[in-house]
């Protein structure tokens, strides 16, 4: 990719904010490729008196990466690891690069970055050095300053300086910061480093001669004040060859964090705490709205009748897992030599995936928090206070008073074995009262941290949150101090103004604050969790940046662009913005707002992976809705969301489908259809099956001894592929059931959902539910075949009846056919009547994204597993059909990148043999597609787990 220079409204509103609480417009956006471009902008920036931001992952909580005039996101092409040195344990890189990429480059030589801030997926290595973050592993290989050896530096001036132990590249500089030195060299030795996790203001103390006059070190934690980080060299530490995690349980807060310090002895890299609340917000996370979310609170130890208030994560490595665990063994008999220090429960955990499962927890804290246990909101800006370890349970018993005193409410997390505490706590914005008590509480929490010796930010800078407090824990002469080294670096305040030095006020600015809800409307979803308010739903988005991991399923647009616009982060800023009607006075009329949300795909990805279940699918079909009232809908809405009553009125008429298939099949008639009908033209035109399988269920005879089982007739396997209800059908009445199919026209409107229509879907999901009443009873199983259509009748249909019970109650009688088999499989009768011959072989699955997001794949798993099936599945998510998205114009080339993430490659190894699972029409449909220029492999097909059942039901073999 090359440099990118964005000026418009689409893009600007996307930066607004980072994962704190602070909103600013920028004048513009940069995505800088080489140094010289990094130098072009500055000089332009300087030449016109633009202030100028350096932007990495955006996973600042303090409001440091944000500005009013140039942002420069160095995520997007400024990102490689330029060398890595295995002998000298350090590694050269510029500054974007991520920091779990460095990772991964320096792993093969058993060496790792030390640094892992739980945004490790996504946060730059660049920001961290600047922010001077930690993470859980500070313990035991420290701050990101402290793994700074060297910085290449771009001044404001233009100039290029490199820092380093001993002084810098400039001699005129290096004079002047001794001089500094030499002037404050007894405050600094009073006030600066006190202890590890003293991050707030400059670190200048590394400029004293027993730190190395390290001038690298003193520049981390400058927050883009002082100058542009364009390369950086870290020190590398060897990466532990075995781990096990300690978890222990305290009957409360206090407890966990009076015991931290003990934990800090050879052999344990981590001592993470959390209060026992977040537990409970997991589990509010895991609701029935919220998809599979996070896993891992099972695995937490048992607690039997008292509660666990507080836990304590604690890493044991070794060089042996038996000297791992031992290490882990004797933290916990540590324990026990001290009664004060009692433990409810713990436990010792060695399995890796077990291990992941439980950090996943800790690293999603900070978007879990967010939301606290009776579902209401917290907030990020108190959010990094840290004190000395042996004073942190009276620090945080303090807090706590403080925050009873505010009927304020909060769940704390942190790096408990260095006095760390991040906390999200349920300030409201919305009112000017709210606001004042903000305000109140800030000022005191501040003086309560200096009181007990500590610092206002113990990782991730100060930024706009704290910069205004320092005055709390400095002197005069420290505060200084730091005007002068701003000055030696940057004496015209280009660079990030407002932040550390003259700093602006911390309650300036908010994002959530008054004035966010000139263009909300009232929602068609009822929003049960966020209060029926689209603004809160998108306020969910506090920007911890998750949707930017390359690893989950989360955001695939943004997986193949890097283009925060086209990341869930990205898109709830810019919905932000058009509520707020500055950026976007057009409201929901603005064209900028829909292409910002033109590319995601409604996969429901971050309804499960995003940590506080933003639903952008949800959110795009509101705004489609409201933004079609006012312009003209594209040709694609009508011929792709009206396409299950278009085949259903096809079906109505005796072999009208087979005179529409030979049509359409003739070629100039084909791209004229596609050309009307407003979609890509090099896609397979849809051929319908002969008849409905409606018209031939009725035809089929019933086990009528058996229970009864509904099979919906879904458009897709109805009117498209109604081979797959018909092979459904022969596997339902060979488990034993008499299976009924609804007539008449039955849908659940996802068409129509996805592509903004709602008034229409909800017209027909409450004709559906009539039409379904005869079998709606609570109880009575409803097999779903298609993936989308059973997460829409599950979850979108309920809110959109939000007065119906009956929606309700038919939501709960929703499976899949992998659920239902699995279900029967595990009941008392299943071993009796299980009719399928073992395959014993191997398959491949693409899980439907909303399978995958909303209702997991275990049941289609474990019915596999009981055939003999040795299950691999795409990582990727989403196919990248995404039912109409796919077809729209202008999607057809990133559809078939998604696709070549992964999906393709592995089907192109495949043998034809091996059977490639696929439960989604569309699906199935990408597989096709993707693959039909290919002589080798266009015959390669995806099939539903119906055709791979009904292939080993015994009679048909």
């Given at each position: 990719m090359e440099a990118r220079f964005r000026t418009d409204s689409t893009t600007r509103g996307a930066y607004t904010s980072d994962a704190g609480i602070f909103r600013r417009v920028p004048a513009a956006v940069f995505e800088p490729e080489t140094n010289e471009d990094i130098l072009e902008a500055v000089s332009y920036a300087r030449e016109n008196g633009i202030p100028v931001t350096v932007r990495g992952g955006g996973t600042s909580v303090a409001g440091n990466a944000i500005g009013e005039g140039l942002v420069i996101d160095v995520s997007t092409n400024f990102n490689k690891v330029l060398e890595v040195d295995p002998e000298a344990h350090t590694a050269r890189i510029q500054s974007g690069v991520i920091c779990d990429d460095l990772r991964d480059a320096v792993a093969s030589y058993g060496l790792t970055y030390g640094p892992d801030p739980s945004t490790h997926s996504r946060c730059t290595v660049g920001g961290m050095i600047a922010n001077n973050a930690c993470g859980s592993h500070s313990v035991a290989w420290g701050t990101a300053a402290e793994n700074v050896v060297e910085l290449t530096v771009l001044r404001a001036d233009g100039s290029l300086i490199t820092l380093q132990r001993g002084g810098t590249s400039d001699p005129e500089v290096t004079e002047q910061l001794r001089q500094l030195r030499d002037e404050w060299i007894a405050d600094f030795r009073l006030e600066l480093g006190q202890f590890p996790r003293q991050v707030s203001g400059y670190g200048l103390h590394y400029l004293l001669d027993e730190n190395g006059f390290d001038t690298a070190k003193a520049f981390a934690g400058s927050e883009g004040t002082l100058g542009i980080i364009v390369e950086a060299v870290v020190k590398l530490v060897p990466l532990p060859t075995h781990r096990a995690l300690a978890v222990l349980a305290f009957p409360d807060i206090f407890s966990a964090a009076a015991a931290?310090?003990?934990?800090?002895?050879?052999?344990?890299?981590?001592?993470?705490?959390?209060?026992?609340?977040?537990?409970?917000?997991?589990?509010?996370?895991?609701?029935?709205?919220?998809?599979?979310?996070?896993?891992?609170?099972?695995?937490?130890?048992?607690?039997?009748?008292?509660?666990?208030?507080?836990?304590?994560?604690?890493?044991?490595?070794?060089?042996?897992?038996?000297?791992?665990?031992?290490?882990?063994?004797?933290?916990?008999?540590?324990?026990?030599?001290?009664?004060?220090?009692?433990?409810?429960?713990?436990?010792?955990?060695?399995?890796?995936?077990?291990?992941?499962?439980?950090?996943?927890?800790?690293?999603?804290?900070?978007?879990?928090?967010?939301?606290?246990?009776?579902?209401?909101?917290?907030?990020?800006?108190?959010?990094?206070?840290?004190?000395?370890?042996?004073?942190?349970?009276?620090?945080?018993?303090?807090?706590?008073?403080?925050?009873?005193?505010?009927?304020?409410?909060?769940?704390?997390?942190?790096?408990?074995?260095?006095?760390?505490?991040?906390?999200?706590?349920?300030?409201?914005?919305?009112?000017?009262?709210?606001?004042?008590?903000?305000?109140?509480?800030?000022?005191?929490?501040?003086?309560?941290?200096?009181?007990?010796?500590?610092?206002?930010?113990?990782?991730?800078?100060?930024?706009?949150?704290?910069?205004?407090?320092?005055?709390?824990?400095?002197?005069?002469?420290?505060?200084a101090s730091f005007r002068r080294v701003k000055d030696i670096f940057d004496p015209n305040n280009l660079l990030n103004p407002g932040i550390l030095v003259d700093p602006e006020p911390f309650d300036q600015g908010i994002r959530p604050a008054p004035g966010q809800r000139k263009h909300e409307f009232l929602p068609m979803h009822s929003l049960p969790r966020d209060k029926g308010s689209l603004v809160n739903a998108v306020n969910r988005c506090v920007g911890v940046g998750q949707c930017r991991t390359s690893t989950d399923a989360m955001c695939p647009s943004f997986q193949i662009t890097g283009d925060e616009v086209h990341s869930t982060r990205g898109r709830a800023r810019v919905l932000s913005e058009m509520f707020r009607g500055e950026l976007y006075p057009e409201g929901t009329g603005s064209q900028e707002v829909k292409e910002a949300l033109d590319l995601c795909l409604s996969c429901h990805a971050c309804a499960s992976e995003c940590p506080v279940n933003v639903d952008m699918s949800t959110y795009k079909s509101e705004f489609l809705h409201q933004h079609h009232k006012q312009h003209r809908r594209p040709m694609a809405h009508y011929s792709m969301g009206w396409l299950p009553l278009t085949s259903n009125l096809l079906h109505r008429v005796p072999g009208l489908a087979r005179v529409a298939n030979a049509v359409l099949g003739v070629e100039p008639i084909k791209r004229l259809v596609m050309k009307l009908g407003g979609v890509e033209a090099d896609r397979s035109m849809i051929t319908f099956s002969p008849r409905s399988f409606q018209s031939e269920a009725k035809k089929r005879r019933e086990a009528s001894d058996g229970p009864t089982v509904v099979l919906w007739p879904d458009s897709f396997t109805n009117h498209l592929d109604a081979e797959v209800a018909r092979d459904a059908f022969d596997v339902l009445t060979a488990l034993g059931y008499r299976v009924v199919v609804p007539g008449g026209f039955v849908c659940c409107g996802l068409t129509w959902h996805s592509t903004g229509q709602l008034t229409v879907a909800k017209k027909v999901i409450e004709h559906t539910v009539k039409q379904m009443q005869p079998w709606i009873d609570g109880h009575t199983p409803i097999v779903v075949l298609e993936p989308s259509c059973a997460s829409m009748l599950a979850k979108e249909g309920p809110q959109l009846l939000s007065e119906s019970e009956l929606a309700a109650t038919m939501a709960t009688q929703i499976k899949t056919l992998g659920e239902f088999v699995e279900a029967h499989a595990s009941s008392a009768d299943g071993e009796h009547t299980w009719p399928f011959a073992q395959i014993d072989g191997q398959a491949l699955s693409q899980v439907h994204c909303h399978e995958r997001s909303r209702r997991a794949h275990g049941g289609s798993a474990s019915v596999l597993s009981r055939l003999g099936v040795d299950e691999s599945t795409i990582q990727t998510g989403c196919c990248g059909l995404a039912g109409n998205w796919g077809f729209e114009p202008g999607h057809g080339e990133m559809s078939r990148q998604l696709g070549e993430r992964e999906l393709f490659p592995r089907v192109r190894e495949l043998d034809d043999a091996t059977p490639i699972l696929a439960d989604g029409f569309s699906c199935r449909t990408q597989i096709r597609d993707g693959l039909k220029d290919e002589p080798e492999h266009r015959h390669k097909r995806g099939i539903h787990l119906a055709q791979l059942l009904k292939s080993a039901l015994r009679s048909s073999r």
């Open positions: 931290a310090p003990l934990t800090r002895r050879p052999g344990i890299t981590t001592s993470e705490g959390m209060g026992g609340d977040l537990i409970d917000a997991l589990r509010i996370s895991q609701g029935p709205d919220a998809g599979s979310s996070l896993p891992g609170a099972e695995i937490l130890p048992e607690t039997g009748q008292r509660a666990a208030g507080g836990w304590l994560y604690c890493e044991a490595v070794g060089n042996s897992a038996e000297q791992a665990r031992q290490r882990a063994e004797d933290l916990l008999a540590e324990f026990g030599k001290h009664p004060e220090h009692a433990t409810v429960a713990a436990v010792v955990v060695e399995d890796p995936q077990e291990m992941r499962a439980l950090w996943k927890i800790r690293e999603a804290s900070a978007g879990l928090v967010t939301r606290l246990p009776d579902g209401g909101e917290a907030w990020p800006s108190w959010e990094d206070s840290a004190v000395p370890p042996q004073n942190l349970a009276d620090y945080l018993r303090d807090l706590y008073a403080l925050l009873d005193k505010y009927e304020l409410r909060g769940i704390p997390f942190g790096h408990f074995g260095e006095g760390c505490v991040h906390i999200r706590i349920s300030f409201n914005f919305g009112t000017e009262e709210g606001m004042d008590v903000f305000r109140a509480f800030i000022k005191e929490a501040s003086a309560i941290v200096a009181k007990h010796g500590g610092s206002l930010s113990g990782e991730h800078g100060d930024g706009r949150a704290r910069s205004e407090l320092l005055p709390v824990m400095y002197s005069e002469r420290v505060l």
